[in-house]
């Protein structure tokens, strides 16, 4: 898959096709790899957050606001936004990786994600990049209210059922596939009394319980 269609997601064409190879570049393939990039990926992102936050909430304090920065460019919503834009299927890895499924791994997408955030703002400078990355993240953006930012969907799921008294759900590892270096994991999410099971898959047991949390609370909005 050419990287034009990535291009396409963005809504942006790289003046320097070299920078958007590199920020797809895992140190697995090369020597010149996206370490770099992601370094001031974070910073950028961070800023841009930090901003797109301050407008939208006036009246937050500065930790609230600092909660809620922090869960939108944690590991777990830089895996999410990847997987939409199909960075996986981009990734440049060295063989090792590719046979043990790293296209997939949340860390390997969250970094590269994190790249290709530098790579934009060095092609296109800061407020460019800053218009990009707040396309990517949207949606998040929109969902977001006063204090998500503190509470990740195992807690908020527990808290949802005991307001409601029903008993607590289990968590039950379904599977361990992979070596132990580079394992996915699938985990099962039972809400006996409502018949509700759900599962979630992550690159560590608690990524794949939270995925699994998220999906019950969606199915209790159902």
Known sequence: MT???????????????????????????????????????????????ARRLYERFPR????????????????????????????????????????????????????ALEALFGALWLDAGFDAAGEVISRVYENKLNQLTSGQGVKDAKTRLQEHLQGARI????????????????????????IDSLQIRTEGRGGSRRAAEQVAAERALKALDR
């Open 167 to 190: 008993a607590l759900p289990q968590y039950l590892l379904a599977s361990t596939e992979g070596e132990a270096h580079a394992q996915q994991f699938t985990v099962a999410c039972v």
């Open 60 to 111: 937050l304090a500065e930790g609230e606001l600092s909660r809620l920065r922090a869960s939108l460019v944690r590991q777990d919503s830089l895996h999410q936004l990847a997987v939409a834009l199909s960075l996986g299927d981009f990734l440049r890895l060295g063989e090792g990786e590719q046979k043990s499924g790293g296209h997939q791994r949340p860390s390997i997408l969250a970094d």
């Open 3 to 49: 990287v034009s269609r990535l291009e396409q997601s963005l809504a942006y064409t790289f003046n320097d096709r070299t920078l958007l190879q590199l920020a797809l570049t895992h140190r697995s393939y090369s020597a010149l790899h996206n370490e770099r990039l992601e370094f001031l990926g974070d910073a950028i992102l961070n800023a841009i957050m």
